[in-house]
């Protein structure tokens, strides 16, 4: 299931470089790029769609090993969405080790977890935000306004 991306409001593509919020306002001119970080076919696809829907080039991976070999390879990101369940390696591992390598992207940790425990263990290991499922549209245009200001 491939879901539309770059399409505002009215239903026509953005200019490259420029997102436009659900009310039609300019988020940013800056060009980001994300990899979301989780095991979940459809949750990859849906947090995909909607960093798209705001003018972000995405990748996705499924597990925290695939998601260090790709950057290990070189790739590099503004954001990284990770989940706290995944296979072989869970988020906050791969979380610590993305910083270990000198990674400085904005990380946010997308969970269904919301026990402080849990929210705690995500931000000791060097995560920026941690947001509840679902992302949503909103939460990525204030994050993209907060980084276009930084």
Sequence with gaps: MELPSKINNNGKSLKQGFSRSRNGDLITNRKFTALVVDSDPFIQILEKAILESQGVETQYVGSGLDALDLLASGANFDIIAIAWVLPKMNGVE?????????????????????????????????????IEKPLTPEKIASILREMENA
């Design 94 to 130: 791969t979380t610590r080790r993305i910083r270990a390598m000198g990674i400085r992207s904005k990380m946010l940790a997308v969970t269904a977890c919301d026990i402080e425990r849990e929210k705690q263990a995500f931000l000791d290991a060097g995560v920026d935000e941690f």
